[in-house]
């Protein structure tokens, strides 16, 4: 007859362990928010190929932590303009009518006034610039979480 016996004689050992390695895991995942969302707005205004004549798109364009506890952390990645959605994905071909006046008023080339009750724009090619702050933000978080789950790993091997 062969008999085996297991025995576990410290559970408070492990219970320690496994609290560490749960902690790493959270600290990844609030690090992993924290640079995802500064990075992909980095990303956002590095990558741009539209022209900010006003600095407000630039500006307005970020990333926040907008809650932290101590099990993880979410955050925001906005473009926080009225047309961040034309520059990202474009327009299409439509007319610009006059809101106020009779009439739209702009110079040409020469400098001689140009009028015109309606005015066919062209639309605009889009540039898909917050896609790839998001798409930035995600591999940043997942290397994160990563990160913290090798550290926790690490703590339940010792």
Not at 7 to 28: C, I, K, S, Y
Not at 108 to 127: E, I, L, W
Request: charge should be positive; charged fraction near 30%; hydrophobic fraction near 35%.
């Amino acid at each position: 007859m062969v008999t085996v016996t297991f025995a576990w004689e410290n559970l408070q050992e492990f219970g320690n362990a496994w609290a560490r390695a749960t902690d790493e895991v959270a600290r990844g995942c609030q690090r992993g928010v924290r640079l995802g969302v500064d990075e992909g707005a980095r990303e956002a205004i590095a990558t741009r190929k539209w022209k900010d004549r006003t600095g407000e798109a630039r500006r307005m364009t970020r990333g926040q932590v907008t809650q932290q506890t101590r099990e993880g952390a979410e955050g925001v990645l906005e473009s926080a303009v009225p047309y961040a959605s034309y520059l990202d994905s474009g327009t299409v071909p439509h007319d610009i009518y006059p809101r106020r006046a009779l009439a739209l008023r702009w110079y040409d080339a020469g400098g001689s006034p140009v009028f015109a009750k309606r005015v066919r724009h062209p639309g605009t090619r889009g540039d898909g610039y917050f896609g790839r702050a998001v798409q930035k933000a995600e591999r940043v978080l997942i290397r994160e979480i990563e990160i913290g789950v090798a550290k926790a790993q690490e703590s339940l091997d010792r």
